[in-house]
Nanobody, 121 residues
Framework: QVQLVESGGGLVQLGGSLRLSCAAS????????MGWYRQAPGKQRDLVAG???????SYVDSVKGRFTISRDNAKNMVYLQMNNLKPEDTAVYYC???????????????WGQGTQVTVSS
């Protein structure tokens, strides 16, 4: 089975920084796209940042210039460096990966359990 485990969330003040990490484990053959989503209370889950297997990145406009997504293919990990955090960044952040396993060779999507990020003003 595949597991995505996030870490690094917490409470931070306006303008502060956090670094989220996500480790993918299990019988993984290859990982394609990885990304970070977030869901604020009462809102839908939205993509924040994504990164392809060759390192191409994309960001939602509201985080451009503040957040940086990166990945370590050797360790099956993805990171989200979040700087200059704002109260509107408060949400549960979820790691996402599209990958193939030894059991399910067709690429499919997997999710982590989420980590809370709270930005106080």
């Amino acid at each position: 089975q595949v597991q995505l485990v996030e870490s690094g969330g917490g409470l931070v003040q306006l303008g502060g920084s956090l670094r989220l990490s996500c480790a993918a484990s299990g019988s993984i053959l290859s990982i394609y796209a990885m990304g970070w989503y977030r869901q604020a209370p009462g809102k839908q889950r939205d993509l924040v940042a994504g990164i392809t297997s060759d390192g191409t990145t994309s960001y939602v406009d509201s985080v451009k210039g503040r957040f940086t997504i990166s990945r370590d293919n050797a360790k099956n990990m993805v990171y989200l460096q979040m700087n200059n955090l704002k109260p509107e960044d408060t949400a549960v952040y979820y790691c996402n990966a599209v990958l193939r396993t030894k059991v399910v060779v067709t690429p499919r999507e997997y999710w982590g359990q989420g980590t809370q990020v709270t930005v106080s003003s």
